[in-house]
């Protein structure tokens, strides 16, 4: 797990190149605090910082050449199926020759690029990891850009005056002299209604996120960007539940055996829910020693969860951390967090927190539970969305009743879920595709319009219901593409990252989404919650978690908004007033109605806001 850059340009100089890669090194050594190297070859500039996990030598230091010096990479992320894949690539052919190729290291760096120089860019169909790299071939002059299937690792560009530049975060862009930049105006309204901005686009104008399962191809200089792999739904052959489930079992465990390799001491984060919960069971019955676990706790007994963590902990014997998180203690770390902040959003705060505790434990390399909701139906709008989809009766009511009865349920109750609840009602058409935006929006689209001057339209990555029996799967792949990969993965690499700890999702194996995406609603209906995947783990997590009310990682925002964190607060939602970016007065409301408790405006609705400002001010972006 590292940091990588780089810089293709005929129009600077090798020197102002090596300045200029230098310095974003520089802006990467937290990323990477092993190693700070770079290659420059006239138009070409790479940098990398590293995080060693997988043979520590100096030998597997980055960029990293390949045998005949042909080739040179610079890799971020981990690819499990190396072992594999090197004993294949060692007993066939290589490239254009008549031999295999000879590896040098241990490393999964040299297998990434041993692959390119046999497959090329089809090697990516055989890569099971997370990674981001860019390999630059010095005889064609042609440099190839690659991000994993889900966007686990992030790879930011921006092309400008001829000059491609690339980096695994936004900072190192903005911040290297190449030139200024200022703030992406047209994002501002995603950004507010989701507290995250959509791949391709980011914060910054300009500045571009590839998109997960894509490529870049840079010919003279002419960057081309091409999709290798999308989530999709490809109904196979129906077979039993049990054969399902046990499927499953197998893909799992699979998936955290291979997440296991590294040479590094490594843990877990422990929420104490079903997903973490049955991480940590899967690798305590793997690993021979006990497992390193981290939990956060706090006073406000109604967020914490430790003792259902502390129980998982019991059961399978780990090696077990509480990390008490008292207001006094968050506040400090508070502005140390937001400053590690690579792009803005509403979460996040907390990844860093335990990241930070995690790896002051001695810990390089930690496994998450992270994508187990999105794949196996575990939030509520997987059951709400599913309802709608099987309620189409309501559009045989004219639009008219439809409206009216929201606004009598608003009258009735007014909150946020009523008003989201009035808004579908009014859809000229309800389904999946319309619901799904709003359900993930943090402000009805009446809200929305008080607030953003520039209010663009604004579509999430839509996957159409093409198979009646597969709703839920549906529901998953949008999950997938938006919530997912835009604020969770987005939030979890830029704060574990900040303090130089990698973290591994095993419910992303590709292999273990693309098996559970093609099973039907009819094993997956959310009766209860997760309950295909509690039955795929054969009893390996207690009925005490499965049973448990679902919190959710979060803290306790709303009383330390309005209290410890009140004047923090106020100060960045006057400056971002000031701004002109919303509509006169909008935010200032808005922060009123959240201390007067306006049912309507929750925290959320707040924090991301003040973030936002926060961001700006620390990285001195201009607003045009």
């Given at each position: 797990m590292c940091g990588i850059n780089g810089i293709i340009s005929n129009n600077i100089s090798e020197e102002n190149l090596v300045t200029l890669i230098q310095k974003m090194n520089v802006l990467l050594k937290h990323r990477g605090p092993d190693a700070s190297l770079f290659y420059s070859d006239e138009n070409v500039a790479f940098g990398h910082t590293r995080l060693s996990i997988i043979d520590l030598?100096?030998?597997?230091?980055?960029?990293?050449?390949?045998?005949?010096?042909?080739?040179?990479?610079?890799?971020?992320?981990?690819?499990?199926?190396?072992?594999?894949?090197?004993?294949?690539?060692?007993?066939?052919?290589?490239?254009?020759?008549?031999?295999?190729?000879?590896?040098?290291?241990?490393?999964?760096?040299?297998?990434?690029?041993?692959?390119?120089?046999?497959?090329?860019?089809?090697?990516l169909n055989y890569?099971?990891?997370?990674?981001?790299?860019?390999?630059?071939?010095?005889?064609?002059k042609q440099t190839f850009i690659a991000r994993d299937r889900f966007g686990v690792k992030p790879l930011y560009y921006h092309y400008y005056n001829d000059a491609f530049i690339f980096s695994s975060e936004i900072r190192a862009i903005i911040n290297c002299g190449l030139k200024s930049f200022s703030l992406n105006k047209d994002a501002i309204s995603e950004y507010t209604q989701y507290q995250s901005i959509n791949a391709p686009n980011t914060i910054v104008k300009g500045v571009k996120l590839l998109e997960p399962g894509s490529y870049i191809e840079i010919v003279n200089n002419n960057p081309t960007?091409?999709?290798?792999?999308?989530?999709?739904?490809?109904?196979?052959?129906?077979?039993?539940?049990?054969?399902?489930?046990?499927?499953?079992?197998?893909?799992?465990?699979?998936?955290v055996q291979f997440r296991l390799e590294a040479d590094v001491p490594f843990g877990a984060f422990l929420s104490g829910g079903i997903d973490s919960s049955a991480i940590v069971g899967i690798m305590s019955n793997i690993s021979s020693e006990p497992i390193n676990t981290f939990n956060i706790s706090f006073d406000e007994s109604e967020f914490s969860e430790s003792k259902y963590a502390k129980q998982i902990s019991k059961k399978f014997n780990t090696n077990h951390t509480e990390i008490k998180l008292t207001p006094e203690h968050f506040l400090k770390?508070?502005?140390?967090?937001?400053?590690?902040m690579d792009s803005p959003g509403?979460?996040?705060?907390?990844?860093?927190?335990?990241?930070?505790?995690?790896?002051?434990?001695?810990?390089?390399?930690?496994?998450?539970?992270?994508?187990?909701?999105?794949?196996?139906?575990?939030?509520?709008?997987?059951?709400?969305?599913?309802?709608?989809?099987?309620?189409?009766?309501?559009?045989?009511?004219?639009?008219?009743?439809?409206v009216g009865a929201g606004k009598s349920i608003v009258l009735k109750k007014k909150n946020i879920r009523n008003l989201k609840?009035?808004?579908?009602?009014?859809?000229?058409?309800?389904?999946?595709?319309?619901?799904?935006?709003?359900?993930?929006?943090?402000?009805?689209?009446?809200?929305?319009?008080?607030l953003i001057k520039l209010n663009n339209k604004i579509t999430l990555?839509?996957?159409?219901?093409?198979?009646?029996?597969?709703?839920?799967?549906t529901i998953s792949i949008k999950e997938i593409t938006t919530y997912l990969t835009n604020t969770l993965l987005r939030d979890t690499d830029q704060m574990s990252m900040a303090v130089a700890l990698e973290v591994r999702e095993p419910f992303l194996d590709y292999k273990l989404v693309d098996y559970v995406l093609n099973v039907s609603d009819e094993y997956k209906f959310p009766t209860t919650p997760k309950k295909l995947l509690i039955d795929s783990l054969n009893g390996l997590v207690p009925n005490e978690i499965i049973n448990r009310p679902k919190m959710g990682f979060?803290?306790?925002?709303?009383?330390?908004?309005?209290?410890?964190?009140?004047?923090?607060?106020?100060?960045?939602?006057?400056?971002?007033?000031?701004?002109?970016?919303?509509?006169?007065?909008?935010?200032?409301?808005?922060?009123?109605?959240?201390?007067?408790?306006?049912?309507?405006?929750?925290?959320?609705?707040?924090?991301?806001?003040?973030?936002?400002?926060?961001?700006?001010?620390?990285?001195k972006i201009k607003i045009d």
């Open positions: 030598s100096e030998i597997s230091n980055q960029p990293f050449y390949s045998s005949d010096n042909r080739y040179v990479i610079v890799y971020n992320g981990e690819l499990y199926n190396y072992k594999q894949l090197k004993l294949s690539l060692q007993q066939s052919a290589h490239g254009s020759g008549s031999i295999p190729y000879i590896f040098k290291t241990q490393s999964d760096t040299e297998v990434v690029l041993a692959a390119y120089i046999k497959w090329g860019k089809q090697c890569f099971n990891g997370m990674f981001a790299f860019a390999i630059y071939d010095k005889h064609t960007i091409t999709t290798y792999y999308t989530p999709e739904i490809k109904p196979t052959e129906k077979i039993s539940y049990k054969e399902t489930t046990t499927k499953i079992n197998e893909l799992l465990h699979q998936s770390t508070l502005p140390e967090a937001l400053d590690k509403g979460d996040g705060i907390n990844t860093y927190i335990v990241s930070k505790a995690t790896k002051n434990a001695g810990i390089t390399m930690a496994m998450s539970g992270i994508g187990g909701d999105e794949l196996f139906a575990g939030y509520d709008v997987f059951k709400n969305l599913y309802s709608i989809q099987n309620k189409q009766w309501l559009n045989l009511f004219p639009k008219f009743i439809r609840l009035a808004e579908v009602l009014s859809q000229d058409k309800i389904n999946i595709d319309n619901c799904y935006e709003l359900s993930r929006s943090l402000f009805t689209k009446k809200q929305l319009e008080t990555n839509n996957y159409n219901l093409k198979y009646p029996d597969y709703i839920l799967s979060t803290l306790p925002w709303k009383y330390w908004m309005q209290n410890e964190l009140k004047d923090f607060c106020q100060k960045n939602i006057v400056s971002l007033e000031q701004k002109n970016i919303f509509q006169t007065n909008s935010i200032n409301n808005l922060w009123n109605a959240f201390l007067k408790n306006d049912a309507t405006i929750t925290w959320s609705r707040i924090w991301h806001l003040v973030v936002l400002n926060y961001w700006i001010d620390k990285n």
